[in-house]
């Protein structure tokens, strides 16, 4: 496990608290009463099995689902004059391999207010070179977007939420699709960006094998928080092999 490498505690905006958050679908609820703390410079990994509604927990602190309880970016006591920056991965989006946009006209999209098909100015294509060098992909600049692997697709979606550089860096399932190689090397650039740039992380995952080496905190949820602690804790806990491993379970 990582040590989180300066000392702040929770006074900078990279913390995310949440207090007894529920949402609901019509009468139902999806999650409830989820209390969870993810630290300044965390790399934290919710997990669950499918339908947990772990998903719906991203979507609310994104500000994309309503919910009740309390979601906030800073320790009790604490506040900050503008809130913090987040940064988001999507699941992978399917494209089209036919498709003719590269990743320098993905940038341009997302970044320029020029269209894209005049093509990047020279200051644009440098930014955009600047912003795929953090996670080791300039080579990837001048490919189609449907042709990149799965772990160079990663690559390219972890550069454009890094820009602006954020204070908490959410990923949803960042390893699906991507091969074991690619999952080491995923998971040490996430390991590099947070020390980097000293920000918090927080991503869903159903890949375990990794989460000792990496994670600070491992948040198991079924509706609601079943358990959570260090990686070893959680994944060796009767709790995990109860959903996991009972008849029927999927990740």
């Given at each position: 496990m990582s040590p989180i490498p300066h000392g702040k505690g929770c006074n900078s905006a990279c913390c995310l608290r949440l207090q007894n958050v529920s949402v609901k679908a019509g009468n139902d609820y999806i999650v409830s009463d989820i209390t969870m703390h993810v630290h300044c410079g965390e790399m934290v990994a919710l997990i669950g099995p499918n339908g947990a509604?772990?998903?719906?927990?991203?979507?609310?602190?994104?500000?994309?689902?309503?919910?009740?309880?309390?979601?906030?970016?800073?320790?009790?006591?604490?506040?900050?004059?503008?809130?913090?920056?987040?940064?988001?991965?999507?699941?992978?989006?399917?494209?089209?391999p036919s498709d003719p946009v590269s990743v320098a006209d993905l940038f341009a999209c997302?970044?320029?207010?020029?269209?894209?098909?005049?093509?990047?100015?020279?200051?644009?294509?440098?930014?955009?070179?600047?912003?795929?060098?953090?996670?080791?992909?300039?080579?990837?600049?001048?490919?189609?977007?449907g042709t990149l692997s799965g772990g160079e697709l990663q690559r390219v979606l972890l550069a454009l939420a890094l820009e602006p550089m954020p204070n908490i860096l959410i990923l949803d399932e960042p390893l699906s699709g991507v091969d074991t190689t690619g999952n080491t090397e995923l998971?040490?650039?996430?390991?590099?960006?947070?020390?980097?740039?000293?920000?918090?992380?927080?991503?869903?995952?159903?890949?375990?094998?990794?989460?000792?080496?990496?994670?600070?905190?491992?948040?198991?949820?079924?509706?609601?928080v079943i358990d959570?602690?260090?990686?070893?804790?959680?994944?060796?806990?009767?709790?995990?092999?109860?959903?996991?491993?009972?008849?029927?379970?999927q990740q």
């Open positions: 509604g772990k998903s719906t927990v991203l979507k609310a602190i994104l500000g994309q689902r309503e919910y009740d309880g309390v979601i906030a970016f800073s320790a009790p006591g604490i506040r900050h004059r503008r809130a913090p920056r987040i940064g988001y991965v999507p699941q992978s989006p399917a494209f089209d997302c970044m320029s207010k020029r269209p894209a098909f005049l093509g990047l100015g020279k200051a644009m294509r440098q930014k955009v070179l600047e912003c795929l060098a953090r996670v080791h992909g300039t080579d990837l600049i001048d490919k189609r977007i998971m040490d650039m996430l390991d590099e960006i947070r020390h980097t740039y000293d920000l918090s992380i927080l991503m869903t995952t159903h890949d375990f094998g990794l989460l000792s080496r990496y994670a600070d905190q491992v948040v198991l949820i079924d509706g609601c959570q602690g260090t990686p070893e804790a959680v994944l060796s806990g009767d709790a995990f092999f109860r959903i996991f491993y009972r008849k029927g379970a």
